[in-house]
């Protein structure tokens, strides 16, 4: 089985040979591309690239330039794992994009993929009235979204918490990759419980939200993200309902709530019919992402309350 590899090594010789076949090799072996790339042949340019030290986009004349045995040998050993270890590319070559910045990752967290960059991007408009001076990235894992959020918003001030220790060690080596350790606290919490009386005007929130049968279905990539990353219980909606329920709380009175539940929407809104929430609709696609203000999330206190009832709003597992 190893022989074709090993063949690659030895006949091939250019980036276009090595991309094309790497391709073919992500084709037939029907990997899962739902962590950055968009199609196989962009996902093995990616690893080829790496193994060369480059990023793309490659300059077109550099794709007939000839590759040296170690680089070949570096690029086929990256797109053999791809293949058969399922391995998502970012974790192999250390890095993924989000919001247009670079974030270093590794199996410590999720990949960072959230559609909330477009709304990073576009400074939460229209849902925002004003700058937001104190942001709380809840559940940050690699910290994408609060480095974004601090790089966005030059003046405030960004708490991101997490209850994983692994993902807030990658989470401080991203903070600290984008100079934003000023401005970006880290914090261990689970949700809220180490913040005190703290308040925001902006929370923002990508927490696990998958149900526990999709969870069983997702293809083999997503079993080299952290379980705590995904897993939303039963029916996806633990942390989701807990984070609601105490939001009021920790926002300011013009507060806002902006979060990603993604296929978890449906049991969501079948568990709060009456709440306000307001589906925002993306233009690069993404679904699940809702944003609520602290009026509304305080008129629907009732039914939040009967519906968040039943989940124990701690989940910190017990040290070591
Ligand atoms: C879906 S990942 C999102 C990571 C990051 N926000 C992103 O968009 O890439 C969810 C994160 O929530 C964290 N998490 C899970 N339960 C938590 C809890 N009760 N309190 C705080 N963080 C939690 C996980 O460790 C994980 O890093």
Redesign the pocket.
């Known amino acids: 089985m190893g022989e074709r590899w090993d063949e690659a090594v030895e006949e091939l010789s250019t980036v276009r040979d090595l991309v094309r076949w790497g391709a073919s090799r992500l084709e037939e072996a029907g990997v899962w591309l739902g962590h950055g790339t968009a199609d196989p042949v962009e996902e093995a340019l990616t690893l080829v690239l790496h193994a060369l030290r480059l990023r793309p986009p490659l300059p077109p004349e550099l794709f007939g330039a000839r590759l040296t045995r170690r680089e070949r040998c570096e690029a086929v050993a990256l797109l053999r794992r791809r293949v058969e270890e399922r391995l998502p590319a970012p974790y192999l070559v250390g890095e993924a994009w989000?919001a247009g910045l670079p974030f270093h990752v590794d199996p410590r967290?999720?990949?960072?993929?959230?559609p909330?960059a477009e709304l990073i991007e576009g400074g939460f408009e229209p849902w925002l009235q004003a700058p937001p001076r104190r942001i709380l990235?809840?559940?940050?894992?690699?910290g994408?979204?609060a480095v974004a959020c601090a790089l966005a918003f030059p003046e405030a001030e960004v708490d991101a918490?997490?209850?994983?220790p692994e993902?807030l060690a990658v989470a401080r080596r991203n903070v600290a990759r984008h100079g934003v350790e000023g401005r970006v606290r880290l914090l261990r919490?689970?949700?809220y419980s180490a913040l005190g009386g703290r308040r925001y005007d902006l929370i923002v929130?990508?927490?696990?939200?998958v149900a526990e049968e999709e969870l069983a279905r997702l293809p083999p990539e997503y079993r080299h993200e952290?379980r705590?990353?995904?897993a939303g219980g039963p029916e996806g909606l633990d942390?989701v309902l807990?984070l609601l329920r105490q939001a009021p709380a920790h926002l300011e009175p013009e507060g806002l709530l902006v979060v990603e539940v993604g296929a978890a929407r449906e049991a969501l809104e079948r568990r709060l019919p009456g709440l306000p929430l307001t589906w925002v609709e993306l233009e690069r696609g993404g679904e699940g992402v809702f944003v609520v203000t602290r009026e509304e999330l305080e008129a629907g206190r009732e039914e939040l309350e009967r519906a968040a009832g039943g989940v124990p709003a701690g989940?910190?597992p017990e040290p070591g």
């Not at 967290?109 to 959230?114: A, E, F, K, T």
């Not at 929130?205 to 939200?209: D, F, L, M, T």
């Open positions: 989000f967290v999720l990949v960072p993929r959230s909330i990235d809840l559940c940050t894992g690699s994408a979204i918490v997490d209850v994983s993902a919490s689970d949700l929130s990508n927490p696990p939200y952290p705590l990353a995904l942390v807990a989940r910190l």
